[in-house]
């Protein structure tokens, strides 16, 4: 059974940084996608950032301030966020998915597995 819990959430104000864990447990770490989704009050879930193989992936909203970034060794997969904004405020989920190839989806129904969800929020 494959399991993700993160961590590093918080109520933060605008501008700082923060580090975003998820801890994979139950499969083997390396074969799998990950990816960043983050869900704000009253709206959907959407892609934040992916990493697979080597390769990553990042919502339009985020690129050049969020970086993800994976540990193997730790089975931990994190990401920085930088320069934040109170529309950054959310849930944030850790999602995995099993893959034979590089691939980073970026829709809820592409990953399999999901994390409880850490709550960032940014005061401005």
């Known amino acids: 059974q494959v399991q993700l819990v993160e961590s590093g959430g918080g109520l933060v104000q605008a501008g700082v940084s923060l580090r975003l864990s998820c801890v994979a447990s139950g499969h083997t770490f390396s074969n799998y996608a990950m990816g960043w989704f983050r869900q704000g009050p009253g709206k959907e879930r959407v892609f934040v950032a992916g990493?697979?193989?080597?390769?990553?992936s990042y919502a339009d909203s985020v690129k050049g301030r969020f970086t993800i970034s994976r540990d193997n060794a730790k089975n931990t997969v994190y990401l920085q966020m930088n320069s934040l904004k109170p529309e950054d405020t959310a849930v944030y989920y850790c999602?995995?998915?099993?893959?034979?190839?590089?691939?980073?989806?970026?829709?809820?129904?592409?990953?399999?597995?999901w994390g409880q969800g850490t709550q960032v929020t940014v005061s401005s």
């Open positions: 999602a995995a998915r099993s893959i034979g190839s590089r691939d980073i989806g970026t829709t809820t129904t592409w990953f399999r597995y």
């Open positions: 990493w697979n193989g080597g390769s990553t």
